[in-house]
Each structure stands twice: as C-alpha cells, then as structure tokens.
C-alpha cells in the first residue's frame, strides 16, 4: 500500500466552525506533513512531524491545529478560519522527517477547503 | 535556505512540439530533485525524482529529466508533448540532511490541439 488518504475531499466551512481534516498512511512511514496549496501557487510547507511529534511549525497561525494520534494518522484541526485561509491541503509522508538518501514524499489527495 | 527557480511560468505548445521546462536550484549540500505534474483539479502525481546515479532519468508519460550538478540544474524534458499534457508542472529540491521540501513556482504548460 503506497497511498495516502485524506478526508473529507471537499469541506465547506463557516467562520465560526471548528472541523477537522484527516490523513491516513499505512507505508510504516514516521514523517508526515501538512502544506497548503493555493490555486496555480506551489505547495506550502505547514507542519511537520516525526516519529509523532511536531518538528516543524511554519509560523502558520492558531487557527490551524496539527495533531498526530499515532504513527499512521495526522489531523489538522481548523477553528475560526478566515476566507484567505480557502486552499488545497495537503498531507505527505516519508520514511523519515530528516537524513538520507531515496526519502521521498508521497503526497495525498488533498482535502479542497473553502471558508465562507 | 534552499530555493528553486522555474524559468518559465507559462508555456504554450502545439501538440508533437518538443518541450523542455527549466529547474534551477540554490543548495549546497546534498539534495534529492522532483519533478510533479498536477492536472487541472487534481492531486500532485510525482513525474520522476533523482537521488543520484545516472544524471538522467526516465519518468512516467515519456518524460525525462536530467541532472547537471555543475549548473544546479534538473530540466524537464518530453520529445513530443500531447494535449492531455496540459497541466502544471513543479520541480521540487528536498535537503537530505534536513528532510525540508522546496517547490518552484510552477509552469502552467497549455498544449494545443
């Protein structure tokens, strides 16, 4: 299984909401990653993890809460999000956060949002 | 910091033209190189990577890559581009060392019919 899943596909959500996004990989993989993509911009570095714990935080704000239960899941918790925040979200994952060679990401899906 | 360039932010081709999308990055340490296709509405798929060895290498779709260490460059390559080629195109530089990912602005390439 090399595939990375993300749900839901698309989220519409208001200001006011709190939802959560989910990414799922069963490679074995320790390093997963969040990016955001806006429309014909490149991917976004978010957040980082490695071995389940944050490693890299972009300076991205608040509102955006990263959370890894266990090696295979990664969530990213949204609350009170602005219309700016609308973009591709995509998780990745790797072998490993740091180091070596042939450590590529594979990258999920993405979960389309749109805050209204 | 590492960083990528995409010489060519728009490429317009008429099919059976042959294209060549440019990649040049800034790093001084060891990198792994990607090239990423993403298709009007769709998720990234991974074209082709380098991680060392041969300096030129195959990917999916009959595109090619080659890397020229001395230039900093990894420069996209397809002898005759179809019109389901239409898509953007990111080229990609991870640091080994750091596992930190950098992607290039993009190229939008349109193939016309």
């Known amino acids: 299984d090399t595939e990375v899943t993300q749900t839901p596909k698309h989220l519409v959500m208001g200001m006011t909401n709190k939802k959560s996004l989910k990414c799922e990989q069963h490679m074995g993989h320790r390093a997963m990653y969040w990016y955001k993509q806006k429309a014909k911009k490149p991917p976004e570095l978010m957040f980082v993890?490695?071995?389940?714990?944050?490693?890299i935080n972009e300076s991205v704000p608040s509102r955006f809460s990263p959370e890894c239960p266990n090696s295979s899941l990664l969530n990213l918790h949204l609350h009170a999000l602005q219309p700016e925040d609308s973009a591709l979200y995509l998780c990745?994952?790797?072998?490993?956060?740091?180091?070596?060679?042939?450590?590529?990401?594979?990258f999920g899906p993405g979960t389309r949002l749109t805050v209204l | 910091a590492q960083s990528v360039s995409q010489h060519n932010h728009h490429v317009i081709l008429s099919e059976a033209a042959s294209l060549e999308l440019g990649c040049n990055y800034s790093?001084?340490?060891?990198?792994?190189l990607f090239w990423y296709v993403q298709y009007p509405g769709q998720h990234l798929q991974l074209l082709l990577k380098y991680f060392s060895g041969d300096p030129l290498v195959k990917g999916i779709k009959g595109f090619e890559a080659e890397f020229i260490k001395s230039k900093f460059s990894f420069n996209l390559r397809k002898p005759s581009v179809q019109w389901s080629d239409t898509a953007e195109y990111f080229c990609?530089?991870?640091?080994?060392?750091?596992?930190?990912?950098?992607f290039g602005d993009g190229t939008t390439l349109t193939v016309k019919p």
């Open positions: 990745a994952s790797s072998q490993a956060a740091s180091g070596g060679l042939f450590n590529e990401q594979f």
């Open positions: 990609a530089v991870r640091d080994t060392n750091a596992g930190k990912s950098t």
């Open positions: 790093y001084g340490g060891t990198v792994n």
């Open positions: 993890y490695s071995y389940e714990k944050l490693s």
